[in-house]
């Protein structure tokens, strides 16, 4: 993984913030109603969309890995699983800070909100469920079937919630339909913003796969020599043909 | 051979288990009886609001019960050591089919014991179509999370924990929907949702479990 390339991206990525800074603070106008505590949305929409995203991307490595016992699939799991853990946390609390001078609350049982705290839960769990098994296919294998059951439960979840809502409070302005006309302003800089957080990802996510390689490489080193040094006395533990499948 | 099914053979021998070891009956039923109770006096004693919340107090338990009966499920093989036998013996899916088949008949009955306890303490019940084929639609789709993330994390490692963060939430449709199709105007598309949640889990655990069970 070319060290260069991350940095052009990381460069890229500063350039897009710098510009992007100006644009939320300055060019798009307050909200009419909600004043300045908008421009929030600029931080919190574009962290739920980095969010969807790795999680979408845990799915695909959690089937990758399945087809081909890759353990590289599972290394790219976990980043993106990481990030999505942290960008959700992120949307939750600036969901929050917004909520509160907007709506008055600091919570409403809001479907998106819902399913967005759902996440965040199945996917911590979906971290604690690493590391389990010294074994690090077994690790894998268990961690892929939770990415996998994990993911398809979620739109169920949303769509449960958003009937629950329906069924129990009529619409109100926090459901989604219709669309709500957005300044030119306010516009540029959330796509800006999306723009931004999806590059700050990517960079994010390179380090933290390059990071986890060398982990893996460390392993592999420190159980050879063990395995070397194992070899002229009794029979090795089965824990030691780890490293044959290490790939 | 055996006349019987091997998923139905699976079915009893973890009944005659239960008969003789009693691990969740005296575990479980206590263990509904007190959130019952609890719920009651959490919410109360209102009578009206007591009414209002049966419904949810009881899908609530069923929920909140499968993560000691996902530790039940495999106690016994765990601690006789005879899992490795007896996933060399069957095949994921009859393995799969069997231990379903075993915790929808556990769910099965504590939806029967919570829905008594709950008519009985918090008032409230209906007895209706939609109320038992939502109770058995429901269980089901609780079944599968059971045994889902049940086979893999009731081997007693460390993070026990981890089980209630898993499977709690993805619970959380069947417990709303449950509790819609328990209210006296309870419409039909919320079985229509139980329905596509116990075939979307059923299918997505049937798809995984080879890789569960695989050690």
């Given amino acids: 993984m070319p060290r260069r390339t991350d940095q052009i991206l990381g460069v890229i990525a500063s350039l897009a913030a710098a510009g992007t800074l100006p644009i939320a603070l300055a060019v798009a106008p307050p909200d009419a109603v909600q004043g300045q505590a908008q421009r929030l949305m600029y931080v919190h929409v574009p962290a739920a969309w980095l969010a969807y995203l790795a999680f979408a991307a845990v799915l695909l490595c959690s089937i990758g890995y399945l087809l081909s016992r890759d353990l590289r699939w599972d290394r790219r799991a976990q980043a993106a699983a990481e990030i999505g853990v942290g960008m959700t946390a992120l949307a939750i609390v600036l969901g929050s800070l917004w909520g509160r001078p907007v709506w008055g609350v600091w919570w409403v049982w809001d479907p998106r909100l819902v399913t967005t705290t759902v996440l965040l839960l199945v996917y911590v769990g979906y971290l604690g469920v690493r590391g389990l098994s010294a074994d690090p296919h077994a690790s894998a294998r268990r961690t892929s079937a939770v990415g996998i059951l994990a993911f398809v439960n979620i739109p169920i979840v949303h769509f449960s919630v958003v009937w629950w809502r329906t069924l129990h409070q009529p619409p109100t302005l926090l459901q989604p339909g219709g669309s709500h006309p957005i300044a030119p302003g306010m516009l540029a800089a959330l796509l800006a913003s999306l723009v931004t957080f999806t590059l700050a990802g990517i960079v994010v996510y390179r380090r933290r796969l390059r990071q986890l390689a060398a982990r893996d490489a460390l392993l592999r080193e420190r159980f050879a020599d063990s395995s070397t040094a194992a070899t002229a006395q009794e029979p090795a533990p089965a824990v030691l043909v780890i490293p044959q499948v290490f790939r | ?215």
């Fill in chain 2, 1 to 215: 051979m055996s006349r019987w099914p091997q998923p139905a053979l699976l079915v009893g021998r973890d009944l005659d288990v239960e008969v003789a070891g009693r691990e969740g009956l005296t575990t479980i039923p206590a263990f509904v009886a007190a959130m019952v109770v609890l719920a009651g006096l959490g919410f109360g004693p209102g009578p009206e609001v007591l009414r209002a919340t049966a419904a949810g107090v009881v899908w609530l338990v069923l929920l909140v019960t499968v993560v000691p009966l996902a530790q039940v499920l495999l106690a016994a093989e765990r601690r006789e050591d005879s899992w490795d036998l007896l996933r060399g013996l069957l095949s994921p899916t009859r393995l799969l089919l069997g231990k379903l088949s075993a915790a929808w008949l556990w769910l099965c009955v504590v939806w029967l014991v919570a829905e008594l306890l709950s008519a009985a303490l918090l008032g409230g019940l209906s007895p209706s179509v939609p109320l038992v084929a939502g109770g058995l639609l429901g269980t089901f789709g609780l079944a599968t999370v059971t045994v889902g993330y049940g086979v893999f994390l009731s081997s007693g490692v460390s993070r026990s924990g981890l089980l209630a963060v898993l499977a709690l939430p993805a619970g959380l449709p069947v417990l709303l929907a449950g509790v819609e199709t328990s209210r006296p105007a309870a419409p039909n598309a919320w079985l229509g949702v139980l329905l596509v949640y116990d075939l979307v889990s059923v299918t997505a655990c049937w798809a995984v479990f080879p890789v569960l069970v695989e050690e």
